[in-house]
């Protein structure tokens, strides 16, 4: 089993950062994928962003390419979501997932173990 919590959301002004943090514990992560996903009312979970654990290759969503960046720090089993020039349209709950095996980590129902969320608001 693995556990995720998310953290850092808030509200921030449109052209703001915010940098969103989930620690994993549970498991050893060589052989996962995680990513972030994000949620509106009325609206499907949308990916944003994913990393493998081994070797980092990253994925993004086309909206957020540029803008956000997502990384890992090995040590502390802890992933980020750096997120600059951010846009109303990007207000959501995010959630932070988890999977192994995941050979495309671009769909959310792929993924095996999800967080609870942080609230994230960009004001116009």
């Known amino acids: 089993q693995v556990q995720l919590v998310e953290s850092g959301g808030g509200l921030v002004q449109a052209g703001g950062s915010l940098r969103l943090t989930c620690a994993a514990s549970?498991?050893?992560?060589?052989?996962?994928?995680m990513g972030w996903f994000r949620q509106v009312p009325g609206k499907e979970r949308e990916f944003v962003a994913a990393i493998r654990w081994s070797g980092g290759a990253t994925y993004y969503e086309d909206s957020v390419k540029g803008r956000f960046t997502i990384s890992r720090d090995n040590a502390k089993n802890t992933i980020y979501l750096q997120m600059n020039s951010l846009r109303p349209e990007d207000t959501a709950v995010y959630y932070c997932a988890a999977g192994s095996g995941i050979v495309v980590p671009t769909t959310a129902d792929r993924y095996n173990y999800w967080g609870q969320g942080t609230q994230v608001t960009v004001s116009s």
């Open positions: 549970g498991r050893t992560l060589s052989s996962y994928a």
